[in-house]
């Protein structure tokens, strides 16, 4: 049976219909049509899916929509503001810290999230915080560096402003 | 030096913005309305005999579409290579591994379809099965194709020069064994495929592959389609690495239900069914004497190889040639024996993944060097130096080093992690390693016998002037290759990069035979090049009789048009350009005419500019058997120090410092060859020490995803320092070559010489996990 | 991959959630931070035709320290908010290590401490953190409440003692006593994302900062059907002042408590071998700090 569920994404306020066994992935991708949010294993394993709920990283594999009732969720598609790149996502353009891309959104988030919590990372901080997104491309060390990268950009943002 | 202005630079990459904000479509993201899904019925015995398939019910349950089983599908045979068509769409008389196709089912939804799955009835008759490859050899063992008695799928004989007399006069003749384990590719986007058929019985299928082009062939041949009805059509992919370089079951499975139910049809693998589908790399058993002078000389090499194929050929037969070709350099022998099979088992097929058929017997070999170095008591650097070989050198198996900064490569990472100071003198538990590799930059031929061109290019150009769109048929599948393009045209044609656009992967856009052995940068950019020289070259005719000048003072660079150097007299080709765009805020403006212009004059001249390129390689190789495989118009070589740190209590090791160092001919983007070698070096560490596909004792994968299927994290990976060695390819364009798979090459070997210099261990099977390591250590301490 | 159907029920107090749970019984299935659960409904090993969220329920999820005697963590606290928190890192140090080696950052976010305890495997990361603090499992049903010590818990692979109808709620530790320290250690091929091939847990309390071991707790993960604690091992600290050589007696114990298998990640061999060598270091682990605790 449908159960109506509403939640926030990307700052807009989305109301549907979900069966109960439809996760959150793909109500995203399917229902939504935020195909940005990407599946890559559907049992948590690569990260590929993740999205930020209520202000922290989550594989939305193993999230079911009717749980993010009344929650926040920020996808990849969220980040853009006015067509401008995200420092983070002009960071991962710049450095070369995307190849195939796949993980990317999944990527940036997690270093969203970071961000949002420790604006000056430590590499090992840097690490840990994409070590649940795996990446088959890139050996990771241009995506570390665009991290840093956008660290600093974002540092310096807020301070001159 | 180089007066570059586009090409050798770090410019971002063109698909950059749109995979960082999620708006790059991939396959899974592809919807049509009214599209079925489908699901596959697969085989859960590893041998077996198909009695019957019962359908029925399948077909009843209500939102089932179509079922399509060989009945429906035909047996035509299909393959890679056109000498071993060994599969057909589905099953028939009998299945040979877990993961087998034997139907497919579209329906409203995916979970109908995959409920009709269930209820197919198949009864079967189980077969013994074999597993290994050593017992599927044996007189007596389970066989799995009649056509092939012993299960032997390939085998290759090849001698240059007279090895046993050479073996005979060495100083010194060292053996080595070494054994891989079978590798899963972990892309992380799972095959995807959307198929469509149009009034006209044209398909149009989109789908996550590597190779466009020979999936348009199969597809039809499979299907009896015509070719010219067949449009592949590849949206961003998200990672290969060689196992998407085939058409695959899911993609004739989608066409032919669209087909059948005048649908589209999706389909997409479960990363379950990626491990099962595999044609990832092979588990390779290597047995090698490597003879060499006091000195150091190396003299003669004897090499045997046994590749465990799984149960269908796949490219399997290139990969068993490839495992004695790669190693006719890139240092010099004067004798080289290789014998090589490749051998049926009850598994998923193997088949060609990122240095193909070559990483396992580098490792092997380049282990064996050590060893070799270690008796005779000469440092690894010192021993590889003396006998490599530079640019213009030919290999034993007659494979032509146009180019080769194979001992500058040795030398920048000998200098670069400081090796000096550490062989030999790091604390017990630390180790440092070193080893090299080449491979090849695009195969010298095609998969199927043909004179095709490898590649076609079409440039064309906006009928104001201003935008350059490349249209090619060849693969971007996340090493760069649309950037790539893109530059190469910006920097023929004077323009920036910003003013090109580039349209690819579809078969209807040209011929380009895609992303394998590493041939787009060579192959595809030469016939970019030739396409933007023809472009600039009718531009600069028609301008020379515009200008009543010679069209060979005429040069492009940065948007701009000089005449003998000078901006010349064009105030006409501006006046007529700015009224014929009246109403426009960005005329055209500057001391010089621009591009834009001088593209519009050729327009109005001469209608749309367009401009072809086409490449094939010149007849490449000897005449022995075989001698097609390794062929390629250039070589990329590479060199790599790792250390290590090993934990002696546990076995558990730490790659902490990598130094590379990868000769890729004029290195056309920068960033995206650090990026490729990178990627690479992670790949090679993830086989080295933790992946492997297992199975249990019914031949079922015991670890088919990406949670027990190890691949490294970022907290496995350490940075890597990476340096670029540009030597100058003639046959490449621009002086470029391959960096994608050369790359991986010395990894795995110079990790291993690393663990052997921390622990005094060899270890010649892979993954050197802790357990294997700790072992090791503990047989040792007790011997 | 797709879910199977299941009805889905979210109670909004702990008595509803309750309630269902005596209700529906074994046709249901508790989903708190799903990351177990809805892996194996994807993989079709749990069938539920119930899913109970206990996710609004208010108070599961909170950490509560007791008067500085102790703390009661909720079920549905996640492993990201154990790791991160300050006094559990602080008082409760293995447990905060293991709530930090479980799975990556993303699976951190939504496991949960009850989920990880009653789905009692073998290699789990919280039960010898929770086994060396002496924590006590509060579980609930509609009918009432009773509470078992962690080293009772764990009954077999995927077996707890806990019933269809009750759920865990809490989770209460006392706070160790003055000069303990504690530590986690755990094995696997990668550095995160994965699961132990043995993991070890100890807590040391010494009398002063150079005095004897007053109280040892050794437990060990992967090594049998349940997390153990190393007793054995124990008993021969207690009393004896900290050296190389006692922890290394004390590993060499440790191995013959332990009945571990082999199987694809690792041998019996080995795990027996690890054994010994991670009871090692993470005695020396706790001693050092407990040597440098803080009042």
Redesign the interface.
Known sequence: ?K?IIQMTVNGELVESAV?????LLQFLREDLDLTGTKHGC????C?AC?VI?DG????S????A??AHGREVLTIEGLAENGNLHPIQQAFVDKGAIQCGFCTPGMIL?AKALLDENPKPSELEIR??I???LCRCTGYQKIVEAVQEAATVIDGTEVSS | MKDFKVLNTRAPRIDGPAKAVGKAKYADDLTMPGALYAAILQSPLAHAKILNIDTSKARKLPGVKAVVTSKEAGLVRYGVSPARYDETLFAHEKVRYVGDEIAAVAAVD??TA?EAVELIKVDYEELPAVFDMFEAMKEGAPQIHDEFPGNMNAEVHQEFGDTDAALAQCDLVVDHTFLNKRQDAAFIEPHSCLAVFDLDGRLTLHTSTQVPHYVMRTVAMVLGIPVGNVRVVKPYVGGGFGPKCEATPLEMSAALLARTTGKPVKMNY??EQVFLHSRARHQFYAEMSLGVMKDGTMVALRNKAVLDGGAYTSFGIATVYYSGSLLGGPYKLKAMKYDGYRVYTNKPTCGAQRGHGGVAHRAAFEQLLDMTAEKLGIDPVEMRLKNIMATGDVTINELDMSSLGMKECVEAVRDGSDWKNKKGKLPKGKGIGMACGFFVSGAGYPIYRSDTYHSTVVIKVSEDGGVATVLTGSAEIGQGSDTTMAMIAAETLGIPLSHVRVVSGDTDLSVDLGAYSSRQTLMTGHATKEAAEQIRNAIASYLAEEMDCSPESISFSDGIVKFDGQPGNFQHIRVQYIKEHRGWTDPPSGEYLTFREAARLAYLKGGTLVGTGKYKPPRLGGSYKGAAVGTSPAYGCSAQVVEVSVDM??G?ITVDNMTDAHDCGLAINRTLVEGQMQGSLSMGLGEC??EEV?FDSRGRV??PSL??Y?I??A??MPNVKSIIVESSEPHGPYGAKEVGEGAIMPTIPAILNAISDATGIRINELPV???RL??AL?NKENA | ????????H?PSTLQDALNLLSELGGNAKV?AG??DL??RM??KIDRPSH?I?I?RVPGLDAIIPRNGHGVTIGGAVSA?AISRHELLNDRFLPLALAAGRL?????R??ATIGGNLVNARPAADLPPPCMVLNAEFKLKSASGEREVAAVEFFRGPGEADIEPNELLVSINVETPMPWTGGSYIK?G?????E?S?VNVAALITLQSPDGVITDARIALGAVAPTPVRAYAAEELLIGEKPTDELFERAGMTGVGLCSPITD?R??M??RC??IE??VKRSLKQAVERAKSWKP
Do not use: W
Request: proline letters at 5%; charged letters at 20%.
């Open positions: 049976m159960t069966e109960p066994n439809r996760t559907g049992l948590g394993d990260g993740t709920l922290k990283p989550v594989n594999c193993l999230v079911l009717v749980q997690s840990t915080a070590s649940g997104n | 995916l979970a995959q479960t990363r209590e546990t558990e020490l933790f297992k015991l670890n949670g027990e190890r490294p994290t907290l496995d996990t802790s357990e700790f072992m503990k | 991959m797709l879910l199977p159907k299941f009805e889905y979210e989903l799903g990351t809805l892996v994807k993989q899913v969220s996710a990201g799975g990556a950052p993303m699976i976010n939504r094995l091929a990668r550095k995160t994302l699961i091939m694809h690792g041998t061999e080995y071998m690890m060598v991670l």
